[in-house]
């Protein structure tokens, strides 16, 4: 079978550290290094449960730039942006990326999602199957029939009859459903009233937003709470609902660099005994990555 591609979701695994190891944990300037430790012990587990031939870690490098705030500039308007200690720590966990001989990837225009969307796209035209490291609802609506959605932290590998489970639509069924119920994490208003389960039936009686929205007569004569209400609130608010869907939806087409390579290449170490240095890696955790990698 064709080697399996990990797609790592970077940014959620750097904010868990974040708020988990203590800041005290400081690097040669006496700077907090927390998010990169435990950003760290994370990447090192993986690699070694999954011992990856092909594997990106991408990232979002700005909440505020993205092709979705130029058509919505509310989109995200709701988060607080990271602190300069926190933007420091996202440059070093790239860093320690790239002296490990891993693509890592991240785009001003274009999330991390989106990243991953392209790369999935790209890498299933050549026969991989596809593994997606998240927490993050968004990217479930990528998975498709070779692929699992890997929630890391809770040990969860999902494919699509656990999504279709978790949710109650299929994975391409999901962008449309939070342009229908809204996405209050993304400042994503969707239309009043409706929420996820509610969408989730509209979506299994209609397949898509497209259809439904060419039905909407027909919605009154569902078999749920409302019905003639939820009818009213569809009907008006069609133009919202196109707006959204282009929010929710992962865009699969970002141009890429041609050195953008996903097989693992071999470690940087001298980039490496740097960081390690800057970073005030003991000598256990120097030992212990170094047996690893040149072990791989």
Excluded at 104 to 123: H, V
């Amino acid at each position: 079978m064709t080697d399996n591609v990990y797609l790592v979701d970077s940014s959620i695994y750097v904010f868990r550290a974040w708020f988990t190891v203590p800041d005290s944990v400081v690097n040669q300037a006496n700077e907090p290094v927390n998010a990169v430790y435990g950003f760290a012990d994370f990447v090192y587990q993986f690699l070694q449960q999954a011992k990856p031939k092909y594997v990106a870690f991408t990232f979002d490098e700005s909440l505020k730039s993205s092709f979705r705030n130029e058509i919505y500039p509310e989109y995200k308007a709701n988060r607080d942006p990271a602190p300069i200690e926190l933007k420091r720590q996202f440059k070093y966990c790239r860093d320690f990326i790239e002296a490990l001989g891993i693509c890592e990837i991240g785009s001003p225009y274009y999330e991390a999602d989106d990243l991953i969307g392209t790369l999935a796209s790209r890498m299933r035209k050549k026969g991989h199957p596809i593994t997606i490291l998240s927490a993050d609802k968004d990217l479930a609506q990528l998975i498709t029939e070779d692929d699992i959605f890997w929630n890391f932290a809770k040990g969860e590998r999902n494919s699509i009859p656990q999504i279709k489970k978790q949710f109650g639509v299929y994975p391409n069924q999901i962008a449309d459903q939070l342009a229908i119920a809204g996405d209050a994490v993304d400042n994503i208003p969707g239309v009043p009233g409706i929420g996820m389960a509610t969408a989730a039936k509209l979506l299994n009686r209609f397949t898509s937003l497209d259809e439904l929205l060419e039905n909407i007569p027909k919605i009154c004569e569902m078999k749920i709470r409302g019905a003639k209400r939820v009818q009213g609130l569809i009907d008006e608010h069609q133009k919202q609902l196109h707006l959204y869907k282009k929010l929710t939806e992962i865009h699969c087409e970002v141009e890429l660099n041609d050195n953008v390579k996903l097989k693992r290449s071999t470690p940087d170490f001298t980039m490496l005994n740097d960081l390690f240095e800057v970073l005030n890696f003991g000598d256990f955790r120097r030992e212990k990555w170094m047996r690893f990698l040149k072990a791989a």
